[in-house]
């Protein structure tokens, strides 16, 4: 396994549904973990790019209709 971060600015914060939208697929699909940076509105994961690229990452979170913006560069 190869794990990475990836960091995208959020639209705007999240909400009690979209965090349990993120926990409910925390450890699937090679996703980790999250954090949220409140005060930047930065959401972090963590996934294993051996199972998935980054873009997959991005399309997984916008499906689950998290607000990405654009992703931060490291």
Same mark, same amino acid.
């Given at each position: 396994?190869?794990?990475?971060?990836? *960091?995208?600015?959020? =639209?705007?914060?999240? #909400? %009690?549904? =979209?965090? &349990? *939208?993120?926990?409910?697929?925390?450890? *699937?699909?090679?996703? =980790? #973990?999250?954090?949220?940076?409140? #005060?930047?509105?930065?959401?972090?994961?963590?996934?294993?790019?051996?199972?998935?690229?980054? *873009?997959?990452?991005?399309?997984?979170? &916008?499906?689950? &209709?998290? %607000?990405?913006?654009?992703?931060? %560069?490291?």
């Amino acid at each position: 396994m190869t794990f990475m971060t990836v *960091t995208y600015e959020l =639209q705007e914060k999240l #909400k %009690p549904e =979209q965090f &349990r *939208t993120l926990g409910s697929f925390a450890n *699937t699909y090679g996703l =980790q #973990k999250f954090r949220f940076d409140d #005060k930047t509105n930065h959401l972090q994961f963590d996934y294993d790019a051996s199972r998935l690229r980054e *873009t997959v990452v991005e399309h997984i979170l &916008r499906e689950a &209709r998290i %607000p990405v913006l654009r992703r931060v %560069p490291a």
